[in-house]
């Protein structure tokens, strides 16, 4: 009876020992990381900004850009404001006009800004519209996406969204069958 019980016992034992063992420990992760959103788009991560103001009396513009975004800038205001008094101070441009001693113009463009001035009530209607006109100008140029000067259009950037999504899909096919291969061994 007791090598019954004995038997019985070590039965009873290699039985819960093989449904009770802990699982095996999984393998150490490498040091690259995966995340579920590897591409953050252009657009969020420049900071450009323009503001105008136009009231009965005054035009204001200013706006704050990209560095790189500073020649192409510079270029358009010395091809418009070529009338215009220029002062250079290092990287600082400055563009003036004076009307009876009083200033009625001023552009000043800096490393990553820039601000427009004018005194309606003090220039022709003529040149209120040339600095208008110049501040829409600067104004696309500014706030325009840097693809789209590339002609990278609408339809391009969503077929750019799709392959992006087709390479995230791959990346998460992948590190779904390491898990399995992992959970099968």
């Not at 290699?14 to 990381?33: E, G, L, Y």
């Not at 009396?57 to 704050?64: I, V």
């Not at 696309?140 to 840097?146: A, G, Q, R, W």
Request: aromatic share 10%; hydrophobic share 30%.
């Amino acid at each position: 009876m007791k090598i019954t019980h004995l038997v019985f016992l070590f039965m009873f034992t290699s039985v819960f020992t093989t449904i009770a063992q802990t699982p095996p420990t999984p393998p150490t992760p490498s040091n690259s990381s995966y995340s579920g959103n590897r591409h953050t788009d252009v657009t969020t991560t420049i900071s450009n900004s323009t503001s105008i103001s136009n009231s009965d009396d005054s035009y204001d513009f200013t706006a704050k850009f990209q560095k790189s975004k500073r020649n192409e800038i510079q270029n358009l205001l010395k091809e418009k404001l070529k009338g215009y008094k220029l002062k250079v101070q290092g990287s600082n441009y400055v563009w003036s006009k004076k009307s009876n001693g009083s200033l009625v113009f001023e552009c000043t463009l800096r490393k990553k800004t820039m601000k427009i001035f004018l005194y309606k009530n003090e220039v022709s209607q003529y040149s209120y519209k040339k600095i208008k006109a110049l501040g829409n100008d600067l104004q696309k140029l500014i706030t325009k996406h840097s693809r789209s000067r590339n002609g990278f259009n609408g339809m391009e950037h969503a077929r750019e969204n799709v392959r992006r999504a087709k390479r995230e899909l791959e990346r998460a096919e992948e590190r779904l069958r390491m898990i399995q291969r992992n959970n099968n061994q």
